[in-house]
């Protein structure tokens, strides 16, 4: 995931990867959050549909743009937040994805244009 010379790695950091090996580069925060969403396989094959398949995401009110229906590495996401016309966008790309079978989760790094920096996590 550190490879800057690869087709598509556009992403407005060099600090790529710091979300696998868990050390975050000086002047970057980490904000952690957990949710209960039930329990099981059932619950599991569930979240980890609604996370791959971008629908965590538009339940949230997100507006998406995305290259592929399913968040896999290079795919490129530009989310749109805020109310009505008045919407951010927020370029990013898929940096690594897991797809079962006990973790299902993407991680996406900004690119040019985002209002922020760094990378984002989705794990269930």
Known sequence: MNDHS???????????GASRTGDLPAGYRRLRHRARIGHGRPALDVAGGA????????????????????AAP??????AIGL???RAGA???????VNGPDRYGFTY??????LGRGEATFLG
Do not use: I
């Open 91 to 97: 370029p990013n790309r898929v940096l690594a994805a």
């Open 84 to 86: 009505g016309p008045l």
């Open 74 to 79: 290079g795919v490129a996401v530009r989310c």
């Open 51 to 70: 996370l791959l398949g971008w629908r965590m995401h538009r339940l949230a009110g997100v507006r998406l743009d995305v290259e592929a229906e399913e």
């Open 6 to 16: 690869r087709p598509g790695n556009d992403c407005s950091y060099p600090e790529q």
């Open 109 to 114: 790094g900004t690119r040019h244009g985002h």
